[in-house]
C-alpha cells in the first residue's frame, strides 16, 4: 500500500529548501524528529480539507478497515467522539430539540466533555446488578431495546472494549438499533486491531454506524493518532459534515508526524498484520494458562488484553503493578483489584520476561476478601451536563458534598470512568466509591 504523506514528507526534506515557516525548529534535530516534523507547505494538503496526499492517505485507511469513509485525528479519540456526536444531531435532518443520547455509563469522561460541549442530554444504561469495577457496564441488547423506546435517543453510545476488555454483545444491540432506526455509535479506542482478527470483531463489522479507534493503542502508531470511522449509510447521511465536525474540536496545527505516522500504519497492516496477529494469539493463551496455573486470577478480556486479578493470593491489582514493576515489566493500569497489560506484536520479542516473571515462586499472602461493588441507584440530574460543568463551583471535602451538585466534570475512578457526573446530585453511595478510590475532596456548584 501507498504512503502518500511519508513520500511527501521524505523529498521536502531531502529537497534541503529554506524552511522561513513554522515550526519554530526549522527542521533542526533537536529531539531528532525535528525534519519529519512540517506544516502545510504547498503539496502538504490540509487534514481539515484534504485533497492530496491526506485524502489519499485516509482512503487507503478507509479500504483496510472496510469503511464508508474514515478520518484522521492526530488529537486521539478525545476528537473523533466529540465530532462522532456532533455528527449523530445532523443524523435526522430537522429534528429539534435537546439532543438525547443513551449512553453505558462506564464511558469515558471525554464523551462527558462532547455532551457539555454540545450541550446533550444523556439517558444513562446502568448495569444490571451489581459488578467488580466501574470499568464494566455489561448492558443487554434487551435493555438498550426497552431504554430506546422509552426515551426515544438521537443515538446509543457504547464503549467496547471497555479498559478490562469487555464488552456488551454489540451485534445484537446494533440489530435493536437498526430496527428502531437509530445509530449506534462505539467508542472502540481500544480495538482497532479488531479490525485484523479472523473473523473480524470491528464495531463497524458488528454494526455500529460510526466508531473511533485510538490507533495509539493497540497498533504502532505516534500517540496521538486516531480513526473516525463511517459506515456507508453515516457517510452518506453525514459525511459532508464530517470534516467540520472535527475541525469543530481540532487544532489548527495538527502534527505531521503523526499523520506519517497513520500513513505508513496502512502499510504495516497491509503487509501481513492479521498473520502477525493470529500468530501472536496463541502465545498469549499460553501465557494466561501459565499465569493461571501459578494462582493469578485471568479474567475475560480482549484478545490483546491480558488481565490479572490476584486478591485470592493476597495481592490488591496497585501490589501486583507493583511485583510486576520490579521485575520491569510495566502494566498499562492496575486498580484495587486487577492489572491490566497490554499486548502488541510488538511485544514479541520481550514477552519471555513475562513467562519467567509467571514461573516464579512469589511469596503466599492471606487471601483479601473479593470486592463486589453495590449497584449504584440511578444518577438524580439537577443541571444539564453543560449547566454543571460551566457553574462557579469550589473543592469540599466529600463528606460535605453529598447532596451537593457535582460540578467536576467527571468525578472518577481510575481510568476516568465516571462515579458521578457533572449536574447530578451527589448521593452517599457515590460519595462512599470516591473514598473507596482514594478521592477526598470533590468540586461541587457554588450555591447561592
Ligand atoms: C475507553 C476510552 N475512550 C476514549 C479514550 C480517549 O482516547 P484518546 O486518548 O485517544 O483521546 C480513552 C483513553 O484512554 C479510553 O480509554
Redesign the pocket.
Known amino acids: 500500500m501507498d504512503t502518500p504523506i511519508c513520500d511527501f514528507v521524505r523529498d521536502y526534506r531531502q529537497s534541503g529548501v529554506l524552511r522561513l515557516h513554522m515550526p519554530g525548529h526549522k527542521g533542526t534535530p533537536f529531539l531528532g524528529c525535528e525534519p519529519l516534523d512540517i506544516t502545510e507547505v504547498p503539496g502538504a494538503d490540509d487534514l481539515s480539507r484534504p485533497e492530496g496526499i491526506i485524502a489519499r492517505s485516509e482512503r487507503n485507511a478507509a479500504a483496510l478497515f472496510g469503511a464508508g469513509r474514515t478520518l484522521y485525528s492526530t ?5 473523533c ?1 466529540r465530532a462522532m456526536l456532533r455528527l449523530a444531531t445532523l443524523w435526522e435532518p430537522g429534528r429539534t430539540g435537546r439532543p438525547r443520547i443513551l449512553a453505558a455509563r462506564n464511558a ?1 469522561r ?2 462527558v466533555s462532547a455532551c457539555a460541549l454540545l450541550d446533550l442530554d444523556v439517558v444513562w444504561l446502568m448495569p444490571d446488578g451489581a459488578r467488580q469495577s466501574l470499568c464494566s457496564c455489561p448492558v443487554s441488547p434487551a435493555q438498550v431495546d426497552e431504554a430506546i423506546r422509552r426515551e426515544a435517543p438521537w443515538a446509543v453510545y457504547l ?1 467496547a472494549p ?2 478490562l476488555g469487555g464488552s456488551p454483545d454489540l451485534a445484537s444491540v446494533a440489530r435493536a438499533c437498526r430496527f428502531h432506526g437509530v445509530p449506534l455509535l462505539v ?1 472502540n ?2 480495538g482497532a486491531y479488531l479490525k485484523f482478527l479472523s473473523p473480524s470483531r470491528h464495531p463497524m463489522d458488528l454494526g455500529a454506524v460510526m466508531c ?1 479507534d ?1 490507533a ?2 493497540t497498533l504502532p502508531v505516534l500517540t ?1 493518532g ?1 480513526y473516525l470511522h463511517l459506515n456507508r449509510e453515516a457517510a452518506e447521511r453525514v459525511g459532508p459534515y464530517a470534516k467540520g465536525a472535527m475541525s469543530l474540536f481540532g487544532s489548527t496545527s495538527p502534527s505531521y508526524l503523526i499523520l506519517q505516522s497513520l500513513d505508513l500504519c496502512n502499510r504495516y497492516l497491509s503487509e501481513g498484520y492479521p498473520e502477525k496477529l493470529a500468530a501472536l494469539l496463541p502465545r498469549l493463551d499460553e501465557l494466561r494458562e501459565l499465569l493461571a496455573r501459578a494462582g493469578w486470577r485471568v479474567l475475560p478480556s480482549d484478545p490483546l488484553k491480558i488481565v490479572l486479578a490476584g486478591r485470592s493470593r493476597g495481592y490488591t491489582g496497585a501490589q501486583l503493578a507493583g511485583l510486576l514493576r520490579q521485575a520491569d515489566i510495566q502494566c498499562e493500569f492496575a486498580d484495587l483489584d486487577a492489572v491490566v497489560l497490554m499486548v502488541t506484536p510488538e511485544n514479541l520479542p520481550g514477552l519471555e520476561k513475562l513467562r519467567w516473571w509467571a514461573e516464579l515462586d512469589l511469596p503466599a499472602r492471606p487471601a483479601l476478601p473479593e470486592r463486589i461493588l453495590p449497584p449504584l441507584p440511578p444518577p438524580v440530574r439537577r443541571m444539564t451536563i453543560r449547566e454543571g460543568a460551566l457553574a462557579p463551583s469550589r473543592l469540599v471535602p466529600v463528606d460535605q458534598a453529598v447532596g451537593r451538585v457535582c460540578a467536576d466534570l467527571t468525578v472518577a475512578c481510575p ?2 470512568v465516571p462515579i458521578a457526573v457533572c449536574g447530578e446530585e451527589i448521593s452517599p453511595e457515590m460519595a462512599r466509591l470516591f473514598t473507596l478510590y482514594g478521592l477526598d475532596a470533590v468540586r461541587v456548584v457554588e450555591e447561592p
Open positions: 488529537e486521539g479519540s478525545s476528537q467522539i469515558h471525554t464523551f464503549t471497555d479498559y467508542d479506542a481500544h473511533c485510538s495509539h493503542k496521538g486516531a481510568p476516568a
